[in-house]
Structures are given as structure tokens and as C-alpha cells.
């Protein structure tokens, strides 16, 4: 293994965040490698949209510090984020139902030609290839988003995150409030940013969805970390008990990294 597979993608040290009298986060690690998601789960309150606001550029840590690709980073603000590779999908998805899908993906980023003028057959070119390699059901990258189901909404909020090619997605309840049938679709299309080479930060309460797709699962309690857990081989039990606080962070066993 060279030096280069070993040195995580996305690397959190220490990060803790107080509001007030509240500890948000106190002193948690996080790792992300590529070709990995990474869930984030526990009880509401635990602290992980805190955590995810730190790396899309939202919140800034108290104190800890944060690296991507070995080299240490802030992040101040989300334009700081996406300059530095990450793209981030909030619960809201914050899309435009009057603009078809290749206007929602290239919003705020439209291409131009040589002489300034929006070339949207480009941008039509590339919204295909992006749903294309994500294997998408939306049937034409013109249609309104306002004639698409709310799976296929999610679907066009991923695929936005392609533009530019981003190295690490942060994905907040991306399969909340959605059919089964949707949600398998989402799950899909999570399974193919991690084959695409970025590293995938999930939140979710639904374990289901999460031990479908995750390769690991890193518990937060109270703003703590408590607990890493290979996603494919742990026990639903064990997982539930982190988050509950029956089982300790010292008592749970480290995964394997995925390269």
C-alpha cells in the first residue's frame, strides 16, 4: 500500500463546537478515504449536521483541525468548501421547480462560450454524461423539476454535487421522506460516487439504508464520538447500542480501512 492510499482523503482531528453552554461537539475525529461513505449516525442532538456544516464551510470549529489530501485546510465559508473539492446536499436540497434539471444542475455555475454567452447545448452535453454515469431514471435532462417525483429530485441534488468535480460529498437525510422505490434509486446513485472515486460523508437515521451503503459507520453521543464499526459485518444491536449509550466507544472495535 502506498502512502498515498493511506492518507485520508478527508482527515477531522479533535474538532469541538460549543453554543452557548451547549457542547455541540467535543474533541471528535472523523476520517474519509476515497472510494468510501462514511455514515454519520445518532440520536437527534448528537451532533452530526454540526460536524457536516464544519466540512461544506456552514460552522467553523471551536478548536481541532481539519486536512484534505494530508494537508491542513480551513474552511471559513462554503465557497471555501467547494474550492477545495467538497459539495454538500442539505434535507432542503435548495432546487428551483421552475427550471429544468440541466438549469437546477449548472444554477450559479452556468458554462459560457468564447464570447460569454451561456452555452446551454454544452451544458445539456454534460448533465446527460453526469446522470448518465450515475445511472439515472430522470428520462430527459430538459424536463421541468416540477414534473419529477421527490426521488428524482434527489437524484438531480446529487448529480448537481458532480459539477466541478468535487472529491468528497457530504449528504444530509438524503433518503428521508422518500418510497421505498426512491429511496432504492438514492442508495444507487450513493453507491455510485463511492465507485467514482470521492469519499461519501452520509447522515441518516435509517439504519436500513445506512448498512446498505455504508462501509463504515462512525457513532456520534451527546457531541462524542462513540464508536467505528465496519458497516458490513456489525450487528444492528451493537450499532444501536452506541447510539443509545449501552455499548462505550472504548469497547467498540475499529473497522478495517477500506482502500
Do not use: W
Not at 461544506?56 to 465557497?79: C, H, K, Q, R, Y
Not at 464570447?115 to 428520462?139: F, H, N, Q, Y
Not at 472515486?197 to 451527546?222: P, W
Amino acid at each position: 500500500m502506498t502512502d498515498a492510499t493511506r492518507v485520508p482523503l478527508l482527515s477531522m482531528r479533535g474538532i469541538s463546537k460549543r453554543f452557548g453552554a451547549v457542547e455541540a461537539l467535543v474533541g471528535v475525529d472523523l476520517d474519509v478515504h476515497r472510494h468510501e461513505v462514511v455514515a454519520l449516525v445518532g440520536d437527534n442532538g448528537a451532533g452530526k449536521s454540526t460536524l457536516a456544516k464544519m466540512v461544506a464551510g456552514v460552522l467553523s470549529p471551536d478548536t481541532g483541525f481539519i486536512e484534505i489530501d494530508g494537508a491542513p485546510v480551513s474552511i471559513p465559508t462554503p465557497a471555501a468548501a467547494r474550492a477545495l473539492g467538497v459539495a454538500t446536499v442539505f434535507q432542503d436540497l435548495a432546487l428551483c421547480d421552475n427550471l429544468d434539471v440541466t438549469s437546477n444542475l449548472f444554477l450559479g455555475r452556468e458554462l459560457r462560450d468564447a464570447r460569454g454567452v451561456r452555452d446551454d447545448e454544452r451544458m445539456e452535453e454534460e448533465a446527460r454524461r453526469i446522470l448518465r454515469d450515475l445511472t439515472s431514471r430522470i428520462p430527459s435532462v430538459r424536463v421541468p423539476l416540477s414534473n419529477l417525483s421527490k426521488g428524482q429530485r434527489q437524484t438531480v441534488a446529487i448529480a448537481r454535487t458532480l459539477i466541478g468535480d468535487p472529491r468528497i460529498v457530504v449528504l444530509d437525510e438524503p433518503t428521508a421522506a422518500l418510497s421505498v422505490a426512491q429511496t432504492a434509486e438514492v442508495l444507487v446513485h450513493i453507491e455510485g460516487l463511492r465507485d467514482l472515486g470521492l469519499g461519501v460523508v452520509l447522515i441518516s437515521h435509517n439504519m436500513t439504508d445506512v448498512r446498505a451503503v455504508a462501509d463504515r459507520i462512525e457513532v456520534l453521543r451527546h457531541g462524542r464520538s462513540n464508536g467505528s464499526f465496519d458497516a458490513r459485518t456489525t450487528g444492528y444491536e451493537k450499532i444501536l447500542g452506541a447510539i443509545t449509550g449501552a455499548v462505550r466507544a472504548d469497547t467498540a472495535q475499529p473497522p478495517a480501512r477500506v482502500s
